[in-house]
């Protein structure tokens, strides 16, 4: 466990997504156990400058694959979500199926506001060259999520 200190202002959290925000991820998912598990690069800087400059309207790490990290940050937000499945960035060697149920890939999800992605997308390039950013849907709403939506990594499942 870890504790700390934020300022409110640049606090952000999963709770604020709005109907028709854009959803993004960074880097690359799934492969986990065969190619980095335990040995990945937290995206610390790129967190603190989101909310710093761009002030998404909700962010967290997906610890636990986009499966299970995409309905807790929709449904704390009040909203459903669609995806574009073919937009999902993987892992070299990963599967569909990889990239939404591995866990652990620790890339950030976020949202934001469909207004601020021009921006988003001009200065990102330059300030994170070598991170790779995709916008993979939307927040919707009614509360759904898509036909046959798979649950990320459990930790509690028996072989």
């Known amino acids: 466990a870890l504790t700390g200190l934020i300022d409110e202002k640049n606090l952000v959290r999963r709770s604020g997504g709005k109907t028709g925000d854009a959803i993004f ?4 998912l799934g492969g986990t156990l065969e190619s980095h598990h335990l040995d990945f690069i937290p995206r610390l800087p790129e967190g603190r400058w989101l909310a710093e400059n761009i002030r998404p309207s909700a962010m967290m790490d997906l610890s636990d694959g986009l499966g299970s990290d995409l ?4 449904q704390a937000s009040g909203c459903g979500f669609e995806v574009d ?3 999902i960035p993987k892992r070299r060697g990963a599967t569909l199926a990889n990239a ?4 652990e890939d620790y890339e950030l999800l976020f949202t934001i506001s469909p207004r ?8 990102w390039p330059e300030v994170f060259p070598k991170t790779r950013l995709t916008r993979i849907g939307s927040l919707i709403s009614p509360k759904t999520s898509p036909a046959n939506w798979p649950q990320g990594w459990d930790h ?3 072989d």
Do not use: H, Q, S, Y
């Open 100 to 103: 939404l149920r591995d866990g």
């Open 85 to 87: 499945f073919d937009k």
């Open 71 to 74: 309905p807790r940050l929709a």
């Open 116 to 123: 601020k992605i021009p921006r988003l997308l001009k200065v």
């Open 25 to 28: 991820v960074t880097g690359v």
């Open 156 to 158: 509690f499942e028996r």
